[in-house]
């Protein structure tokens, strides 16, 4: 399975932004899928999931700020970041799980810098 983001970019605080997750080597229909985010010095969190049925879910501290959605007919996976704090700044990675045990698939990560 590969998994490539995109989107990321500086924004100012209060901006917006759209991240992609393309997605390959798997039905992408029945992955559930996230978003994970780290920050310097801090340990990765987990941002927004959805499952194959559409089922989101957030991190408080993104909660009516971020929107995480899917279209699988293109097999990509999307975060609309609105109303960016300069916290939100950190490096941005999907994720995808295969099997029981946690995510086991990565992408390469996309910044998002906020200022």
């Known amino acids: 399975v590969q998994l490539v983001e995109s989107g990321g970019g500086s924004v100012q605080a209060g901006g917006s932004l759209t991240l992609s997750c393309k997605v390959s080597?798997?039905?992408?229909?029945?992955?559930?899928m996230a978003w994970f985010r780290q920050a310097p010095g801090k340990e990765r969190e987990g941002v927004a999931g959805?499952?194959?049925?559409?089922?989101?879910k957030y991190a408080d501290s993104v909660k009516g700020r971020f929107t995480i959605s899917r279209d699988n007919a293109k097999n990509t996976l999307y975060l609309q970041l609105n109303s960016l704090k300069t916290e939100d700044t950190a490096m941005y990675y999907c994720?995808?799980?295969?099997?029981?045990?946690?995510?086991?698939?990565w992408g390469q990560g996309t910044q998002v810098t906020v200022s």
């Open positions: 994720a995808t799980s295969t099997a029981p045990g946690g995510y086991n698939y």
């Open positions: 080597g798997d039905d992408f229909g029945r992955l559930s």
């Open positions: 959805i499952d194959r049925d559409g089922v989101t």
